[in-house]
């Protein structure tokens, strides 16, 4: 396995991305949604970069936060890889070259209201040996911040968790649906060793038993969590901060496309609590950039310039 770039840049970033990477080909604009047999023809298509590391790092660099992302891909498609993130502004002098295994690749079939994915695991598999290696070398000492857009594996999760803040630095989680993971009682006790934990409705539903946000927030309290900064969907936005709860309205959009919108809000939220906002803005900020990725197909195109979520901002705390 080979780098690609100069590696030591990454020392002096605020945050570093971690987790699976894809190329994902996006089908949308479908009639109706496909029945096992049948087969239904879409009129939009879009092939970009796609995962949670890949979504929030691209996010966070829009944003002006100095990213990088720590993930692998094959040698078949990784330089457009790196070159995509590039154009973003993310540091990709982390991303590793797999010299077998080609990049992972996702095929979504997308809704305004939805999404499903078939997907191929390729060069992600050799990632949790390099995030390892990388934690126990001190790869991550001088980096601020490491969010995990990944599952971590609940049998060595404690000890990845104590070996990356023994680098010195904050952690936080966004594991996406992986429904064995979140159901484990493992996983909850997991939480105290987090500083930000970033669940869906859906997630959140499946670990707590709970639908209401607020006894959703707390259970997560009850089991040692700190910060728990919850999507609602359709609904906004929800946050367990330090013992207070705070929730959001939506931002109004008309969506195309679901792809990343939770990554984007990670990347919102992350950002505004680097640069030292409070909670609140923290949340609105999340809420607005999750909710505006939703206006274009895949999941970083839609991601909003930083001009757009200041005067956004602006206005609702205007009112």
């Avoid at 670990?207 to 959703?216: K, L």
């Avoid at 709860?245 to 919102?268: E, L, M, Y």
């Avoid at 999340?286 to 005067?311: D, H, N």
């Amino acid at each position: 396995m080979a780098v690609c770039g100069g590696g030591g840049d990454a020392l002096k970033l605020d945050v570093v991305v971690a987790g699976d990477l894809f190329v994902d080909l996006i089908l949308g604009g479908f009639a109706e949604w496909p029945g096992a047999g049948t087969e239904v023809f879409a009129k939009d298509y879009r092939r970009d970069v796609g995962g949670g590391a890949a979504i929030t790092a691209c996010g966070l660099a829009r944003l002006g936060s100095r990213a990088a992302v720590l993930s692998v891909v094959g040698r078949d498609t990784g330089d457009w890889v790196a070159e995509r993130l590039g154009s973003f502004g993310v540091d990709t002098s982390e991303l590793l070259f797999h010299e077998t295994e080609p990049t992972a690749f996702s095929v979504g079939v997308s809704t305004a209201q939805d999404r499903t994915f078939l997907t191929y695991q390729g060069a992600n598999r050799d990632f949790p040996r390099v995030l390892a290696e990388t934690a126990a070398a001190g790869g991550f000492r001088q980096i601020r911040h490491v969010h995990l857009g990944w599952a971590p594996p609940l049998e060595t999760a404690a000890a990845l968790l104590a070996e990356i803040r023994g680098n010195g630095c904050t952690v936080s989680l966004d594991t996406g649906w992986h429904e064995t993971w979140l159901g484990d009682e493992r996983a909850m006790r997991l939480l105290p060793e987090i500083d930000i934990f970033f669940p869906n409705e859906v997630e959140a539903l499946r670990m707590t038993g709970h639908e209401d946000p607020d006894r959703c927030l707390r259970s997560f309290e009850a089991a040692g969590a700190r910060r728990v900064a919850l999507k609602l969907g359709a609904k906004g936005a929800a946050l367990l901060w330090d013992g207070e709860t705070f929730q959001v309205p939506p931002c109004r959009v008309t969506p195309v496309d679901t792809i990343g919108a939770g990554d984007s809000f990670d990347a919102g939220f992350l950002h505004y609590w680097l640069r030292g906002e409070s909670p609140e803005t923290c949340l609105r900020a999340a809420s607005i950039c999750g909710a505006l990725s939703t206006e274009a197909y895949g999941g970083v195109e839609g991601f909003p310039p930083p001009a757009k979520v200041e005067a956004l901002l602006k206005n609702l705390c205007e009112k």
